[in-house]
């Protein structure tokens, strides 16, 4: 049972540079997530995508941009990646958007930006 | 707006009772939720309460909702070593679209 699975689990960047998150999911879910962790301060919403075709910001979406390919692909990218970026993220997905639909988070990607 | 917080760290002896506080300020909350996150792992759904109940039973945890006092708790009966992990509370909003508040998270350390 995959669930959730995003890549890479670590990456370090130099200031500047972008990459793609990945994330994947096989549960046939309509809504997606992007969350960062810091410590300290729980998990912060960046960005959302209640279903395929659409994304709308969340907490803190400024420095990202996300994309929908298909039903089960969510993509995060950090054009110029800034120190503050230095985060854990976790892609999760759940069954729909209303309040009490599970939502299931994958393993995290570490990200350090020197 | 939203908040929800936590105290950052709770210690129990193996055996004993933990119990795991949260409050938060949206009273348009519907749902509120417990995740449990182990050291390198994602977060994994323990509870949920909604928002009309005042206690929910799962075997070896009690969920308790104050509304009025906008205060949720989590207790772990029994707990063991394997409970040692970071625990979040999170509400869900009426028409949020499933989008959750999480708090700052509680460490739970279960000493021998």
């Known amino acids: 049972n995959a669930g959730v699975t995003q890549t890479p689990k670590f990456q370090v960047l130099k200031t500047g540079q972008s990459m793609t998150l990945q994330c994947a999911q096989d549960?046939?879910?309509?809504?997606m997530y992007w969350y960062r962790q810091d410590p300290g301060m729980g998990l912060r919403l960046i960005y959302y995508?209640?279903?395929?075709?659409?994304?709308d910001k969340g907490e803190v979406p400024n420095g990202y941009n996300v994309s929908r390919l298909n039903k089960r692909e969510f993509s995060l990218r950090l054009e110029s990646a800034a120190p503050s970026q230095t985060s854990v993220y976790f892609c999760?997905?759940?069954?729909?958007?209303?309040?009490?639909?599970?939502?299931?988070f994958g393993e995290g990607s570490w990200l350090t930006v020197v | 707006g939203e908040d929800v917080e936590q105290s950052l760290f709770l210690s129990v002896r193996e055996g004993d009772s933990s119990v795991i506080n949260c409050t938060y300020t949206?009273?348009?909350?519907?749902?509120l939720y417990w995740y449990k996150q182990e050291p390198g792992a994602g977060l994994q759904l323990l509870t949920y309460?909604?928002?009309?109940?005042d206690m929910k039973q799962d075997q070896r945890l009690t969920v308790l909702l104050n509304k009025k006092d906008k205060h949720l708790s989590l207790r772990i009966a029994d707990t063991q070593t394997g409970d040692s992990a970071i625990y979040f509370c999170?509400?869900?909003?009426?028409?949020?679209?499933?989008?959750?508040?999480f708090g700052t998270g509680t460490q739970l350390k279960v000493e021998l």
């Open positions: 999170a509400e869900g909003l009426t028409g949020g679209g499933n989008k959750l508040t």
């Open positions: 949206d009273s348009s909350s519907t749902y």
């Open positions: 549960m046939n879910h309509n809504s």
């Open positions: 995508s209640a279903s395929e075709g659409t994304t």
């Open positions: 309460i909604f928002s009309n109940m």
């Open positions: 999760a997905s759940s069954d729909g958007g209303r309040p009490g639909n599970t939502i299931y």
